[in-house]
């Protein structure tokens, strides 16, 4: 009954742990930016073949950082309404546009041939191995790492005066509330529920119903964030923060040979996935 | 001795729009001395809150003059020198950690007055040595208790070598223990010959201090040692004030036994008045 409340622990984002594995020890920035070209890879690959590559390279990763695999499920079981309203939608529609292979059915506008069905698992296993990746980056690598890792990937953009630095605060900042906002979350839907309202008593697949019943909240939760932040300015300026201003910065990151030849195996991997022509 | 801090003649109201002004300091007009430690009392709404934001120019006077180290917080060039010379730590515990670790948060200010990167190390070190956080050094700090945070946010402004730090309410959203965790500390820091200002509505706190100074409606009403200003219990009622417990209790016992000192306004010498009373009594 009292886990519909308990919001502040089912958040995974920036849930960090720390099992000090070979993964954790890697310098973030090459970390996340083999991340993104895998991303990049696996969202560009159509194959079966391709993607159980990606989805045996996940769980790999898994192992490899020692995290136990049901931290990358908690993370996949909210997006399945997502997955099967997408799976359903391209499996009715999309046909048309592939059409190519076996017909399956041709009834009305539906048509099914193999290239959508292929399409649909594709798209499915693909969000799944996405999922995955962003779970093992995020729980192997500390939030302020992986900001200083933003920035620092971001820094040649200072040239053309991107405000490198203030996203990357800006982020840091919006991680760092993250689990105050889930506490005073909790606490506001304690007080309404005293009041008599009524939370997660429908299904999680009954979205709209869901959703609706988050209204009392969001309102104040957003008042909250106002007054919070008015703080937060006050106490920054206080500490000497001048926007645009030169700063100094407290870490630094050197990547080392083991780090340039984890880069290497990810730049395989992607090149493969996005240029070798898989026979299905 | 010259002041770290003197205001002048210093008066301030807040805009609510363009005909509507609520006028919150009058004429104000006091120093702060190096190595003082001085709390600032008063009832909800007096003014102390708006006080200690013209102490490090976060706000300016409409009239008058407030001058730390002799620089005027007019100034827009000496904004940085000023903060860096008085730090503040604030009442909410959670909505003055920028960082997502610990370490980082204290880094903050030394990263934004550009503190080279080995001397930002040692003075995060020894930060968090002083208020006895370095275990936690490598935590998030939604993983912290109240008193820690706000630790926490003490080492932050302590890193940056400030003269004097200004508390406001800094230990009113803590339990008694957090409250005692950061009064430690900010006796300590006093010790070392850290100019110390605290606002706060524990009268037990204030009489820490070596002075009290007590706002009522935007004006000092009163100004001076603890043990003075508690004199005044009639005139601190009619403020909204008490005097401390101990110093109640104290006059309780007085009125019954009067060889019971009733001039006690700190735990330990109300503890030291009843064992020597106690003495007293078994001798006889
Ligand atoms: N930003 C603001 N805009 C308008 N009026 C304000 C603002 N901040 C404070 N005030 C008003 O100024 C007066 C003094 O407020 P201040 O916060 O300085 O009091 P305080 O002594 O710190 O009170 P407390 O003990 O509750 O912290 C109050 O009447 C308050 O309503
Ligand atoms: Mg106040």
Known sequence: ?280 | MEPIIRLENVSFSYKINEKTKVSVLKNISFSIFPGEYVAIIGHNGSGKSTLSKHLNGILTPDSGDVWVHGHNTKDVNKKRSIRQAVGTVFQHPDNQIVATIVEEDVAFGLENIGVPREEMKKRVDEALNVVKMSPFRHRPPHHLSGGQKQRVAIAGVLAMKPDCIVFDEATSMLDSFGRKEVLQVMRKMNNMGMTIITVTHHMSEAAEADRIIVIEGGQIVMDGPPREIFKHKLELENLQLEVPSVSQMAEVIHSQFNTFSKDIIQENEFIEEVEKFHKEEVGT
């Not at chain 1, 020890?25 to 930016?33: E, H, N, T, V």
């Not at chain 1, 969202?43 to 490899?64: C, E, M, R």
């Not at chain 1, 594709?122 to 192997?140: G, M, Q």
């Open chain 1, 1 to 280: 009954m009292s886990s519909e409340f308990e919001i502040s622990r089912s958040i995974t984002i920036g849930q960090y742990v720390p099992t000090g594995s070979f993964i954790h020890r890697l310098d973030p920035r090459i970390k996340l930016l083999v991340f993104v070209i895998l991303v990049v890879a696996i969202a560009f690959n159509t194959s079966y073949f391709g993607n159980a590559i990606g989805l045996v390279l996940s769980l790999y990763l898994f192992w490899a950082s020692k995290i136990p695999i049901s931290y990358g499920l908690s993370g996949v079981k909210p997006a399945i309404p997502f997955i099967v309203i997408l799976a359903v939608l391209q499996l009715l529609f999309q046909g048309q546009l592939f059409s190519d292979g076996r017909v399956y059915v041709d009834y009305g506008f539906v048509l099914i041939t193999s290239e959508s069905i292929r399409l649909v698992v594709v798209s499915a296993v693909r969000f799944i191995e996405i999922i995955f990746l962003s779970s093992v980056l995020t729980l192997s690598t500390s939030t302020t790492e992986l900001t200083h890792s933003i920035q620092s990937l971001l820094s040649p953009l200072k040239k053309i005066k991107f405000p490198v630095h203030e996203i990357s605060l800006i982020t840091t900042i919006a991680i760092r509330f993250v689990p105050t906002f889930a506490i005073e979350m909790e606490k506001m839907m304690k007080a309404q529920a005293s009041r008599g309202a009524d939370f997660g008593t429908g299904g999680w697949w009954r979205i709209v119903q869901r959703t609706k019943e988050m209204f009392p909240i969001i309102i104040p939760l957003f008042n909250i964030a106002l007054s919070r932040a008015e703080d937060l300015i006050l106490a920054m300026e206080s500490r000497c923060y001048t926007p645009g201003g030169e700063r100094s910065s407290y870490s630094v990151y050197k990547a080392i040979a083991k780090d340039y030849l984890v880069l290497l195996v990810g730049l395989f991997f992607s090149l493969l996935l996005l240029f070798y022509p898989f026979p299905f």
